[in-house]
């Protein structure tokens, strides 16, 4: 969290920067709801942050985005992301942060619900391929991946969430082109293809 930390003092303070770090810990380090859509999953868009910063535009746009997009998270709710911007509005308001900086941070949190891009916006494809790199991961990380959701959702009736992930995954399968921008496209396109299909054969299967 250094980098936000750091981020945060920059526009507000210290103080400030402490009272954040405590609050989005109280949401990812939830690793008993929270399965997946934690502190683990933010470091690993992290790391590809870190990679890919060169071909950003607006870096600091896409951190602050990265650390707020899921910190609401209710499996069962449809609103999260747009819970979660404008968590991060409150919070980013009571900086030196520009407006226009807090409100591309609301747009891109938004973004990661269909993980769609409408505009020309780079940096916005670059952080929903952050968000979606696992589907492209080794085969045991995506099968871990997938048993996490399904934790996750573990108040779901098992018939109602395989028809359920198998209407999403299929979505993904649909798309031209999953990942959006080259290098994703060449490093993980294919992987997540086969992890896709692979789970929908699994969620096809007869139960235990």
């Known amino acids: ?30 690793t008993q709801t929270r399965t997946y859509h934690n502190w683990e999953h933010i ?27 899921d910190v609401i998270y209710q499996p069962l709710y ?3 992301e747009l819970q979660s911007a404008e968590r ?24 990661t619900k269909t993980h769609a891009n ?14 979606l790199s696992i589907l492209g991961s ?15 959702f573990h108040e779901v009736p098992e018939l109602m969430y395989r028809e359920g992930r198998k209407r999403i995954l299929g979505v993904f399968l649909a798309m031209p082109s999953i990942f959006k921008t080259e290098p994703f496209q060449h490093q993980y396109e294919q992987q997540a293809r086969m992890n896709i299909e692979w789970e929908i054969k699994a969620l096809d299967e007869p139960a235990n």
């Open 88 to 111: 991060a509005q409150e919070w980013l308001s009571k900086t030196d942060l520009p407006t226009e900086s807090i409100r591309k941070v609301y747009e891109y949190i938004l973004s």
């Open 78 to 80: 449809t609103n999260n």
């Open 118 to 131: 409408h505009t020309e916006d780079q940096d916005l494809d670059y952080l929903l391929d952050f968000d």
């Open 138 to 152: 080794e085969p045991d990380r995506y099968r871990l991946y997938a048993q996490q959701i399904r934790q996750e």
């Open 1 to 30: 969290m250094e980098e936000l930390q750091s981020l945060i003092q920059s526009v507000s303070d210290a103080s400030y920067a402490e009272k954040l770090g405590a609050f989005l810990d109280k949401h990812y380090g939830d």
């Open 43 to 69: 470091h690993q868009m992290m790391a590809l942050f870190r990679t890919h910063q060169p071909q950003l535009h607006d870096p600091e746009a896409v951190l602050l985005t990265i650390y707020f997009h």
